[in-house]
Structures are given as C-alpha cells and as structure tokens.
C-alpha cells in the first residue's frame, strides 16, 4: 500500500519508513510559530514551569499581526513580552512594526516554510501553508510551547481526503470559491482530523495565492492540513523568496489510500457567500435575494495576497463605493502593500473611497480596526462568519473572494461584478 | 478520579469564538477569561454555571481558532468537565493540555438534559446519570495521552524531559 503526501512528510520527521493513518507519532518540527495572542500564553506557561531554554531559536517565529498596531494596554505588553522573549532567546524571526505582515501572508514569503517541512503553529490556520506542500497544522499554545523547547511535537497520522477538481472555471469564480463550495458541501465538520489533499487539473491551474486560499480554509471543515502536491508554481514560488533551504517534493502514491474521494466539475461554481454564521451555509451569489451592506474587508489571511487585491482592483478601477459603504482594504504584508502601490492599485482603492489599512488581522476576528455595530452587515474576504466574529453579536458576516467583495461595495448590496 | 455535576447542555458547532470571544483574548488569565465565557451565545452561562457544572453539548465542540484561552475560559468558569458527540481537533489538544477533563461519547451527549444529575469516573469514561440512572461508555484515550493527563498536563512531561 502506498502513502498520501500527508504520510510521507509526517513519516519522514517521525524518521520512520511508513505511517498509518490513526497511528501517534513524535515528530521533528521544522517551524513552530505564535501570535500577540497565543505567545504570550506559551511564554507564561515555559516561565511559569520554570523552563529557561529553547531547543532552537531558528525553528521559532513569533508574528505580533493579531491586535497590532496595538490597540491598548493589555495588546502592548503582549507584544512587549514576546520582543523581550525573543531578545532573551536570540530568535531572530520576531516581527513588528513595518516588518510584520499578517502570519499566514508573511512567513511563505519570507521564504521560512518550503516544500516538505513540518510546520505547526499557535493559530488555526497555520494550514495555511500546505499549500506548498507541506505538512502544517494548528495547536495550542501549550503544545507550541512544548516543541519550542523539544523540537519536536505528537500527531496522531489523519486520514486523507482527496478532492480532485476539474473543468475550466467561470469568470469571477476562485480558489475561494472552491473552498467554499466544498465546505458547504461538506459541512463544518466534514473533514474533522482528517488531511484534505487537493488536487486536479483545476488546482494546477490556480495561481500560488490562490492555492493559499484554499489551504488557510482547510481549518473550516474540521481538518487537520489542507494540502496540494508541489509543482512548477510552487517551486517558481520557493524561488522567489530567496530561500537556500532545500524544498523536499512529496506527491501521493497512486496506490495510497484515502477514506474518501470526491471529484468537483468546477464548471458548474459560481461565485460563493456563506452566510451567517457557518463557512457551510454557502450559496451561489446570484441566488441571493437583496442583502444590504454596512462594510466590505478585502484581506487576511485569507485574501490579503497580490491576486487578491488586484481582483478588489480590477472592479474598483474608475468606480466609486455606495456612500453608505464602509471599505476596508489590509494588504497581507508590508511588501504587498508596496507592490500593490506600485502597480497603481492603491491609487484605485483610494479614489474608490475606501481604507488602506495596515497590515493587521485587525476585524476578523472582531479585534479593532472595523469591529461592527449591532445589526450591522459585512462582506468579508476572510474565513469565518461566527456569531459575534467581526463584532456584536447580532452583526453579520458574509464570506466571500475579493471579486464579490469589491462590487458589493460598489453597489450597496451582495452581488457578483456582473451585477455592475 | 470522580467528578459530579449538573448539565448544562449546548448544541452543535460551539466554537471557540462564541466561547470567548477575540476582544478579550489580550488576557490569558482563566478567572478574566471565566467574567465572559459563551457570553456571545448564552449572556445566562456566567449567572447559572457553577463549581459543580458539566458541560454536554453535541459534535464538533470547539471548532475554529486555536486559541487556548477557550478551554481555560470554561475550566476558570468552574465547569468540570465536558460531554459532547466529538471535539474539534486543537480543541481536544489544548484541553488535554490545560488539564480540562473531556469525554467524547455520543450517546450521553444525546441523551443527557438539562439539569440532570451526573457522575463521571475519569479513568473508565463511564458517564453515570443520577437522574434516571442510565450508564455511558466514553471514548478511551490513547495511552500517550493518559500520560500526559496523569502528569498533570503537557509542561509537565516537558519539564520532566529537559530536567
């Protein structure tokens, strides 16, 4: 029998010939990342038991991209204790101030994950990164704690699903909307403990940013790493970061075995929302009656990529936002942002009316930044449209890709760009 | 080990947002954490639970962020342990690792009611109601993990390891 992708990267940091799925092992971790959130809870927790050493301050980033730029007191010291942690250990991936880019934007384009590590981290969507082809996957800060100081981690081996997407796209239609589509076909559960491997003449063809859509929302179904096979993209990409680490390319067996596999005809997607307040509750947008709207955020982890904003552009371009229309743009790193200025785009964003913001996590996750009032609506470009998410309890929360975004801003209300 | 409670029960989907919500994450203490826990979906929880309360909801509990303030949160609140169908899965790590007990048993999380007297023998998984009497068999841990809760939780092991 052979192995999915997910099994040769976790049996090669466990330094075993093969895994089964079910099976615990100890394995070398290759990264173990933390928020202004999660870190300071794994830093009180080495202190208070006393442990004052860390097995290698290299395989250690820390990312104050979650209540940056900090939005009060409690956030301030947060990020204090991580800079002076970091200080005290000499490890050299702390990132603030213009240096920091949200986590999941940041750290593939600095080039410290590639192709075949084994990455966990202090925040869900670590999966993120498996998008690269390797093996990432969110835990607590406890456990992250622990490999901070070990080097190495426990994983119980998932079971893989294979979704194999084929056919040519519509126009509007992204790897946001896949996802989201398979979400909604499977439910928020649906992958619970398990690897979702994506794969398929339609996953070649989506850009990297896209493919990092698709793996940061992996999380939403329940499972432990979304992942796809690296190809010429992802090494072009690998590239472009100026690594020197040496990718290791992982594809499936052909004879590996999965609990499941689902072939998606992505001729047949149209642009997705889900709506309140479950990843699972997606719809076709153009089945959605007349939904009006307070504030549109294009970003995160999700969508704050080059692509993503250049999709926001593309329908922003010599349009105005609808006057009663909060919009609010954050560019996933500080380079993005350049970039993006570069290519005229925030230029675009501006003469449209919206907010450049910084690149922060800001209202996703209802921190600060565009946190919403009661009853007030939101188009979101990011991951999760949970009661309360992005503010008050009774706000809502449409998920949507930076196309549906963009002309909902425009128009007042959720719809596509052919609306416009 | 033995713990008795009174139920409390919650549907589908909990996740770690409605457990604590983000605007007070800048706190990693469970007694702050505790003021606000499940405040987005029940604003009664802090009022009624107690140091006697068990937790029982359906599949799924603890869905979405990682952050580990949410088992903390619920253990600060007081509750002793928690039923459900099926646990997300960092959820289940860091409850694990926060010392909070959790059984994973479907029949009980359907069954049990509001308000029912139950007692629960950690080492076997047996879930016993007061109320009406009935027995349920959880899910067992791995034995790796039956470590870690025996130490008391992950840094403990860690510690012993690096001493």
């Known amino acids: 029998m052979g192995m999915t992708i997910t099994e040769k990267i976790i049996a090669h940091h466990a330094q075993k010939e093969r895994v089964v799925p079910g099976e615990l092992v100890q394995v070398r971790v290759d990264l173990a990342l933390a928020n202004d959130i999660t870190a300071p809870l794994a830093i009180k927790e080495l202190k208070k038991h006393g442990i004052h050493r860390v097995f290698d301050p290299h395989k250690i980033a820390l990312i104050a991209d979650h209540n940056t730029p900090c939005k009060d007191i409690p956030s301030a010291e947060n990020v204090k204790l991580m800079r002076e942690f970091a200080r005290e250990h000499g490890i050299p991936y702390f990132f603030e101030g213009g240096q920091v880019g949200i986590e999941h934007v940041l750290v593939p384009e600095l080039g410290l994950v590639v192709p075949g590590d084994l990455v966990i981290g202090a925040d869900s969507h670590t999966c993120t990164y498996g998008a690269l082809g390797a093996f990432a996957t969110g835990m607590g800060s406890t456990d992250i704690a622990a490999s901070w100081v070990l080097g190495e981690t426990w994983l119980k081996v998932p079971e893989s699903i294979r979704f194999v997407y084929e056919g040519e796209r519509q126009p509007f239609v992204t790897g946001k909307d896949f996802i989201l589509y398979t979400i909604g076909q499977i439910g928020v559960e649906g992958a619970r403990y398990c690897a979702m491997e994506f794969t398929g003449g339609a996953i070649t063809a989506l850009s990297m940013d896209e493919r990092f859509t698709m793996a940061n929302m992996a999380i939403e179904a329940g499972a432990k790493n979304g992942i796809m096979e690296p190809d010429e993209k992802t090494l072009q990409y690998v590239k472009s970061t100026g690594t020197t680490r040496q990718p290791l390319l992982y594809a499936s067996d052909r004879d590996a075995s999965y609990r499941e596999v689902m072939t998606i005809d992505v001729s047949k997607i149209e642009p997705q929302v889900a709506l309140p307040h479950l990843p699972e509750n997606v719809r076709p947008v153009d089945s959605l009656s007349r939904i009006e709207i307070d504030q549109v955020v294009i970003g995160s982890c999700t969508n704050g990529r080059m692509e993503d904003l250049r999709m926001a552009a593309q329908v922003l371009r010599g349009r105005k936002v609808y006057p009663r229309v909060r919009v609010l743009i954050f560019p996933g790193t500080p380079k993005t942002l350049l970039e993006a200025e570069r290519e005229g785009l925030v230029r675009i964003f501006l003469e449209a009316g919206s907010v450049i913001a910084p690149p922060s996590c800001g209202p996703c996750l209802g921190g600060h930044l565009g946190v919403l009032a009661e009853g007030e609506r939101c188009v979101s470009t990011t991951n999760r449209n949970f009661v309360g998410r992005m503010g008050h309890v009774k706000s809502e929360v449409y998920l949507a890709n930076p196309y549906v975004a963009a002309s909902s801003a425009v128009l007042g209300y959720i719809a596509s760009p052919r609306k416009l | ?163």
Do not use: W
């Open chain 2, 1 to 163: 080990m033995h713990i008795r409670g009174k139920v409390m029960k919650y549907g589908d989907n909990i996740d770690t947002d409605v457990i604590i919500p983000a605007r007070y994450l800048t706190s990693s203490d469970p007694l702050e954490l505790a003021k606000h826990c499940m405040e987005d979906l029940d604003p009664t929880f802090t009022q009624r639970v107690t140091q006697e309360t068990v937790l029982v909801a359906g599949k799924n509990f603890g869905c979405g962020s990682s952050r580990e303030h949410a088992p903390l949160a619920i253990k600060g609140a007081g509750v002793q342990a928690v039923i459900a169908t099926s646990f997300a899965r960092i959820f289940y790590r860091n409850a694990i690792n926060v010392g909070l007990p959790i059984l994973e048993c479907e029949e009980a999380s359907q069954a049990l009611e509001e308000g029912e007297e139950v007692e629960i023998d950690l080492n076997q998984g047996v879930i016993r109601s007061l109320t009406t009497g009935r027995l349920f068999q959880a899910q067992a841990f791995p034995p790796f993990l039956q470590e870690v809760i025996r130490e008391g939780g992950l840094m403990n092991l860690v510690k012993k390891r690096v001493s």
